[in-house]
């Protein structure tokens, strides 16, 4: 099950459980659309994988499920993100 981080591990942002933002790679590193997107170009600075935007689950099943309250910020190195962006961007995640 989803742990539903909430927020942006790179800048911070709340990505609350509604958030229509919130990005993950199969590891649920959890990034805003923003940093995802235009800053990692796609490509997870972690794994290298793709990201994909994160479900939201249902009201009707939070409160049995709570999404986490842990807050992960782990910055990354933008140069070397661009160095892991610029050798995989350009490969379908399926290659990768």
């Known amino acids: 099950m989803l742990e539903i981080r909430p927020n942006c591990e790179h800048c911070g942002k709340d990505l609350p459980n509604i958030s229509t933002e919130a990005m993950i790679c199969s590891f649920e590193c959890t990034y805003c659309k923003s ?4 800053i ?3 490509v997870c600075p972690s794994c290298s994988g793709n990201f994909v935007e994160r479900p939201i689950r249902p009201s009707i ?6 999404a986490s309250t842990q807050r992960i910020f782990k910055p990354k190195d933008l140069e070397k993100v661009k160095t892991n962006s610029n050798q ?5 995640p399926v290659k990768r």
């Open 35 to 38: 940093c995802a997107l235009e």
């Open 40 to 42: 990692f170009e796609n």
């Open 61 to 66: 099943m939070i409160e049995k499920y709570p």
């Open 88 to 92: 995989f961007k350009n490969i379908e």
